[in-house]
Nanobody
Framework: QVQLVESGGGLVQAGGSLRLSCAAS????????MAWFRQAPGKEREFVTI????????SYADSVKGRFTISRDNAENTVYLQMNSLKPEDTAVYYC????????????????WGQGTQVTVSS
């Protein structure tokens, strides 16, 4: 069982930065691939980025490539999302997700989800 708790969301102006954190419980965090998804009001949940269990492999949605960076600290059981050059269209609730065999955009591939943290980017 893995419990995920996101933090770091907030209100920021366009062009600004935020760093989200996702703290995981349990001793098996380092065996899970970790991803970030987001859901804007009235829209479907969408994949943002993923990092593999060791931190050696990452993938990003085209919409955030070059602006967002995912990283993890297995000693601290935490995954991070550094978001730079934020745009109003990045406004959404951001969720972290964990999946041992997950590597893709399908939310159904992930076993555990956090409760989400709101990110609002003003223009």
């Amino acid at each position: 069982q893995v419990q995920l708790v996101e933090s770091g969301g907030g209100l920021v102006q366009a062009g600004g930065s935020l760093r989200l954190s996702c703290a995981a419980s349990g001793r098996t965090f380092s065996t899970y691939n970790m991803a970030w998804f987001r859901q804007a009001p009235g829209k479907e949940r969408e994949f943002v980025t993923i990092i593999n269990w060791s931190g050696g492999r990452t993938s990003y949605a085209d919409s955030v490539k070059g602006r967002f960076t995912i990283s993890r600290d297995n000693a601290e059981n935490t995954v991070y999302l550094q978001m730079n050059s934020l745009k109003p269209e990045d406004t959404a609730v951001y969720y972290c997700a964990a999946g041992k065999g997950a590597w893709g955009t399908a939310g159904t591939s992930y076993e555990y989800w956090g409760q989400g943290t709101q990110v609002t980017v003003s223009s």
